[in-house]
């Protein structure tokens, strides 16, 4: 299971850190990934640290101001998200999965497991 927190309303260029428990399975090995998804718009991919080694991949949209990681004693993955734009105003979700590739890693019908979602609003 995985539980996501820390949404909430921010102004322009603030600053806000999302929280991904994850429950069940080796958390160490396996990959976590947040996934947004705005009004009228598809879900995207914001950023993933993978398994293992914890590489990490960013969108370009975010790329320089979020950053994913983190801490396999508490089964939690963060993403500090800087400099906040309203763009970034969108439902924030985290998935997991155990067995995903590499080259999969950005795809969110690859992900076997998924949070319920935090909303992050960016006002101007």
């Known amino acids: 299971q995985l539980q996501a927190s820390g949404g909430g309303l921010v102004q322009v260029g603030g600053s806000l850190r999302l929280s991904c428990q994850v429950s069940g399975g080796t958390f160490s090995r396996t990959t976590v990934a947040w996934f947004r998804q705005a009004p009228g718009k598809e879900r995207e991919f914001v950023a993933v640290?993978?398994?293992?080694?914890?590489?990490?991949t960013y969108a370009d949209s975010v790329k320089g101001r979020f950053t994913i990681s983190r801490d396999n004693a508490k089964n939690t993955v963060y993403l500090q998200m800087n400099t906040l734009k309203p763009e970034d105003t969108a439902v924030y979700s985290c998935a997991a999965s155990g067995v995903i590739i590499w080259s999969s890693r950005l795809n969110y019908d690859q992900y076997n497991y998924w949070g319920q979602g935090t909303l992050v609003t960016v006002s101007s």
């Open positions: 640290i993978f398994r293992s080694g914890g590489s990490t």
